[in-house]
């Protein structure tokens, strides 16, 4: 684990099947810190996540991420998970066949090492006291990963493998999306006790709503791919108010998003019943 260590993206260029998506991304998170990431749909959040946690169907082209002096691009999914590197996914994939008790216990064995594991009953207790302050059932740790878990419960989960892993580097992606407004307190409340000098997050996430109750050090806006426009708290509270326009406009932006106009794109008279 690298606790206290900084993560720094440099020029960072990402592709997907030959797409260029991350175009330039600059980022430092220092220890302790909390960062959000805000930006229109489509404009690389999630492939920022992916990207960090070594997705292998992302390519990258340029740049560089280092996390305390590790040189994260060189390091396969696994050995970033030991470096403490956490990501809550925007879609969290569902397992059929292993329980979330299973999932978790091997995921933390695969963190201390062969001859460091936890044992059963430490594990039990721990996960039984996380899974009562996240107020969920303890019938959840013996369902299949996400198998039939409500949009809700998947984030909720997502927060009580966060907390049961301890990582060092946390990345939510819209970790808020789905949650009722009493499950946001409780995921919140879950991050906020996991604030520490040691531990650092990275918060994509479409409302100010969630910030109100982790309150962000820094707040980026992502557009084309990079981040154009970075502040305080303040930021994401004029996001709200005003939406993204003001931005494109300080930043010379027309068109937010990565992808051009489709192919199949066709004139609105084209199509009309009339056949004007
Ligand atoms: N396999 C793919 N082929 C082509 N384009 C792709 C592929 N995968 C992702 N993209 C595109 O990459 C862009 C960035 O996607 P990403 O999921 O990172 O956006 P996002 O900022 O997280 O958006 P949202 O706020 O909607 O979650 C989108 O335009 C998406 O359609
Ligand atoms: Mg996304």
Known sequence: MKQGATLSIRGLHASI??????????LDVHAGEVHAIM??????????ASVLMGH????????????????VLEMAVDERARAGIFL???YPSEITGVTNADFLRSAINTQRGPDNEISLIKFVRKMEKTMQSLEMDTAFMHRYLNEGFSG???????ILQMMMLEPSLVILDEI??????????????????????????VIITHYQRLLNYVRPDFVHVMMQGRIVKSGGAELAERLEA????????????VDVAIEEEPQWAVPMQTVSPRGT
């Open 17 to 26: 099947d030959s797409k260029p998506i991350l175009q330039g991304l600059t």
């Open 39 to 48: 930006g229109p749909n489509g404009t690389g959040k999630s492939t920022l």
């Open 56 to 71: 292998p169907r992302y390519e990258v082209t340029s740049g560089t991420i280092q996390y305390g002096d590790e040189d």
């Open 88 to 90: 809550a996914m925007q």
């Open 152 to 158: 809700g419960e998947k984030k909720r989960n997502e």
């Open 176 to 201: 808020d999306s789905g949650l009722d407004i009493d499950a946001l307190k409780v995921a919140a409340a879950g991050v906020n006790a996991m604030r520490s000098p040691d531990r650092s997050f």
């Open 242 to 253: 005003e939406g993204y326009d003001w931005v494109k406009h300080e930043c010379g932006i």
